[in-house]
Structure formats: C-alpha cells, structure tokens
Antibody, heavy 118, light 108 residues
Framework: EVQLVESGGGLVRPGGSLTLSCVASGFTFNNVWLSWVRQAPGKGLEWVGRISRKTDGGTTDYGAPVEGRFTISRDDAKTTVYLQMSSLQTEDTGVYYC?????????WGQGTLVTVSS | EIVLTQSPGTLSLSPGERATLSCRASQSVSNYLAWFQQKPGQPPRLLISDTSTRAPGIPDRFSGSGSGTDFTLTISRLEPEDFAVYYCQQYAGSPPVTFGQGTKVEIK
C-alpha cells in the first residue's frame, strides 16, 4: 500500500522559512517523480512544483508564485522528498500535499498545514 | 499558462441522477487531462487520466471524454458517496500544471 506522510507544517511569520518533509513507502521511491500541490483554505488546488527521478536528471520545476523562494529535493535512501520554503508570504498559507507523479498525481498524502501570519 | 474553466460552479442533483461536468482549456491540451474528486478534509483522489482512463479502483459509472479544449466528466448514476468537489487538471503545458477552479456536486 502506498503511503505518503507529510510533516513540518506550522505557524510562521511573514518572511520566515519552513521545511516540509514527506516520507514515502509502498513503492519503488527512486523510480518515481514527486510533486507538491497546495490548497489555500476554502480554495482550489495549486501546483507548487516537482522533482524528477535521478535517472531523468533529478531536475526541478516550480510554479511562478513560488519560483526562487521554494526548493524541492529528494533523498532516495530515506525515501523522503522535501520542500524548503523561504520568504514566506501570507498567500502561501494552506495545506501542502505531497504526491506521486510529475504530470498527474496518483497518490496523495493527507497534507500538512502551513499558516503564514504575524 | 493554460487556464482551465470548469462549469457549472455548483451542480445540484439527486442520487441516481446523471452528472455532467465540463472543463474548458484556454488552448489545446490534446488528451493530457485528468479529473480528481475531493471530499471535505480529505486529499484529492485521482479518478481519470489521459482524458478517459479510469484510475485503479474507480467505478465504471465515472467516465471522461473530450479532446483539445473541451472535456467532460460524466457520472452515470450518482451514489451518495459521489457528492464532492471535482477538479480537472491539465499537464500538456507541464510545466506548469494547472487545475480548474472546481465544480461542487451537491445533494438537491
């Protein structure tokens, strides 16, 4: 059974930083692209970014609202994907989901809530 | 960036009725379109990819169709557990991936 478990969310001041983690199990982690998708309270889904598998270069892509502020990385030995967030803004508030896939998303974690507020 | 527009915003139907949800893209996405279902407090669930391919375990009352810029998700006979919000998503322009704003299917 595929499991994705996010952690690291919480309350952070505007301008602050936070790193989210997603531990995966139940599939061959190093063979999979991974993505982050977020959802502001009461709103729709927004793509954050993705990382390819190492055999595809381990490349990253980001949505325009987070480009230059967020960084996605992966540790295949730990079956973990990370989302480093800096220069956080109130508009970054929401639930952050870790997902499998680089184009469409077959498996999702339960999400972790990030609240950016003073 | 490819913009997806879903209609209607809300669909009020009774169990057993047919639901037809629309998703229109601002430019052609070929068949690179997926549909998700989301219930309150839960993550989205993949229903359909590549316009019409059902994900494992998805009942055959869910079907997808379309190509280019116009797409439809049809639920042939609504079950009580189908009342939820549905999102379309395109990955032709990936990156970036974009989602529609969602259609809520509510009980009439």
């Amino acid at each position: 059974e595929v499991q994705l478990v996010e952690s690291g969310g919480g309350l952070v001041r505007p301008g602050g930083s936070l790193t989210l983690s997603c531990v995966a199990s139940g599939f061959t982690f190093n063979n999979v692209w991974l993505s982050w998708v977020r959802q502001a309270p009461g709103k729709g889904l927004e793509w954050v970014g993705r990382i390819s598998r190492k055999t595809d270069g381990g490349t990253t892509d980001y949505g325009a609202p987070v480009e230059g502020r967020f960084t996605i990385s992966r540790d295949d030995a730990k079956t973990t994907v990370y989302l480093q967030m800096s220069s956080l803004q109130t508009e970054d508030t929401g639930v952050y989901y870790c997902t499998t896939g680089g184009h469409y998303y077959g498996d999702w974690g339960q999400g972790t809530l990030v609240t950016v507020s003073s | 960036e490819i913009v997806l527009t879903q209609s209607p915003g809300t669909l009020s139907l009774s169990p057993g009725e047919r639901a037809t949800l629309s998703c229109r893209a601002s430019q052609s996405v070929s068949n690179y379109l997926a549909w998700f279902q989301q219930k309150p407090g839960q993550p989205p669930r993949l229903l359909i990819s590549d316009t019409s391919t059902r994900a494992p375990g998805i009942p055959d009352r869910f079907s997808g169709s379309g190509s280019g810029t116009d797409f439809t998700l049809t639920i042939s006979r609504l079950e009580p557990e189908d009342f939820a919000v549905y999102y379309c998503q395109q990955y032709a322009g990936s990156p970036p991936v974009t989602f529609g704003q969602g259609t809520k299917v509510e009980i009439k």
